[in-house]
């Protein structure tokens, strides 16, 4: 039998190097890793090069380590509603590498199934092909580093001849994941808007750590109901209901 069960968030990221790289799953504040979040701060890992859909907002989800000036580099394919991230990306602070979301998407799966790269046509006559892209400002205005051209070949599709941009998949040191329900083996329960980036994020990390809501005994899962299979997964935290939270509620006038 294996395992792969750790008594708490603090252990299980407790070997999370200064400078490594972590793809996080959630998508804006749905499915954030809260507890492990927490703990990487706690543990005050810094420098770190992180990989996700957004970066949450200023005291919640990935923004707490933001705010603590622990991220040197985000790839992501939205800002958001995080005013820490924009100052710091335009005060050159914090290096930006934008990418589309699906494209994003589809490079940590890539990085996971073992892929190398793809060609996509999201991009094609863009900045995103042709660089260019501010990746880090210079606290002037100016640009520090911009992204670099990709390659781009014509391919024929459907009987036509379209362009298409050559894409690397991402694979990261770690992989920080929300579940709602794994058994001891890893395999994992998703819910909801939760399931988005985190099967995704958890795919591209070589050390995959996931916090479950719930955590149960192997086989009380039905195979058909799993998700994402435990192959993926090295290390699961059973941490109960976590908070949930709202980036903007929008309720009817009568409920004001």
Known sequence: MIDKTWSSAAEAVADIPDGASLAVGGFGLSGNPIALIEAVLAQ??????????NCGVDDWGLGILLGAGRIRKMTSSYVGENKEFERQFLSGELE????????????????????AAFFTQTGVGTQVAEGGLPRRYDGSGGIAVASPPKDVRTFDVNGQRREFVLEEAITT???????WKGDRHGNLVFRKAAR?????AAMAGRTCIVQ???????????????HLPGVFVHRIVEV?????????????????
């Open 212 to 226: 479950v809501e719930t955590l149960v005994e192997p086989g009380e899962i039905e195979p058909d109901a799993v």
């Open 96 to 115: 930006l590498e934008l990418t589309p979301q699906g494209t994003l998407a589809e490079k940590l799966r890539a990085g996971g199934a073992g892929i």
């Open 173 to 179: 040191d770690f992989a920080l994941v929300h579940a």
């Open 240 to 256: 109960g209901e976590v908070e949930k939270r709202i980036e903007k509620r929008t309720v009817s006038g009568s409920a004001r």
């Open 196 to 200: 988005s980036f985190n099967p995704l």
């Open 44 to 53: 005050g890992t810094r420098d770190l090069s992180v990989v996700s859909n």
